[in-house]
């Protein structure tokens, strides 16, 4: 995509669930290769917003345009977007009945019709740049968190996905294993993935991100690349905020 036009835009995007206004008229464009980082206090719509970008979650309002493509709200067109939209979440959601290789390799098989030794290929060379080409037999409850999380993210590059979206990736790790998971994190937005990254890994936003968009109550408060925003915020919210999660 080196047309200058945007991969993800979000038009004045409204979401309810009841009477809860989780996400209030956003409006939000990510360029291709771009890394945006979304952080904010606990509720702010964070989730919601990553959930929404791959039509997990519907919107009541408003307009999502993927590759110049308005979202489609079901059938073929929705499973083809969700192909071009990989997602790891805090669960590492992998089939627990199925090796590693195969957990990485059902949905190239299965989704795009590739050849399996082709997939097989493929996906041992994602476990490979992932650290974890050696486990690939074995099955997920053999592996540490950050090693079945690291193959979620196998799982979703082997659909060849146009973005990554990832909804707090570390939350559900202890503390040892967060490391090795945002690397894999860094590296690919290192070589251009376009990735939008729900996560209270203050380090990561400020390392790896080219945008850092900060919520709060279902509204897009403010948006600074991450120098700017740690830096110098500009909003109440996010210097109140900063100043909770930056003093300890």
Same mark, same amino acid.
């Given at each position: ?42 509720? #702010? $719509? ?5 959930? %929404? =970008?791959? +039509? ?9 345009? @993927? /590759? ?75 592996? #540490? $968190? ?5 193959? %979620? =993210?196998? +799982? ?9 979206? @990832? /909804? ?81």
């Amino acid at each position: 995509m080196t047309t200058g036009e945007p991969l993800i835009v979000l038009e004045s995007v409204n979401k309810w669930f009841g009477p809860l206004h989780v996400l209030q008229d956003v409006n939000l464009s990510i360029d291709g290769g771009e890394v945006v980082v979304v952080i904010g206090p606990s509720g #702010s $719509g964070k989730s919601t917003l990553c959930r %929404a =970008i791959n +039509r997990l979650e519907p919107i009541n309002s408003g307009t999502i345009i @993927f /590759d110049g493509q308005p979202l489609p709200a079901e059938g073929r067109g929705l499973a083809k977007l969700r192909s071009e939209v990989g997602m790891v979440f805090q669960s590492f959601n992998l089939f627990a009945h199925k090796t590693i290789l195969e957990n990485v390799t059902l949905g190239p098989i299965k989704v795009r019709k590739e050849k399996p030794a082709a997939a097989r290929d493929r996906a041992m060379s994602l476990l490979e740049r992932v650290g974890i080409a050696s486990q690939a037999r074995k099955y997920p409850a053999q592996l #540490s $968190g950050g090693q079945q999380q690291r193959a %979620a =993210i196998a +799982r979703a590059l082997a659909m060849q996905p146009k973005a990554m979206l @990832f /909804d707090e990736p570390t939350s559900a790790l202890d503390p040892e294993m967060v490391g090795e998971v945002l690397d894999v994190m860094t590296s690919l937005a290192r070589e251009g993935m376009t990735m939008v990254v729900v996560t209270h890994e203050m380090g990561f936003a400020r390392h790896a991100a080219k945008r850092v968009v900060f919520m709060a109550d279902g509204q897009l408060v403010e948006q600074a690349p991450p120098d700017e925003f740690f830096g110098s915020p500009k909003s109440d919210r996010a210097k109140d905020f900063l100043s909770k999660i930056l003093t300890h």
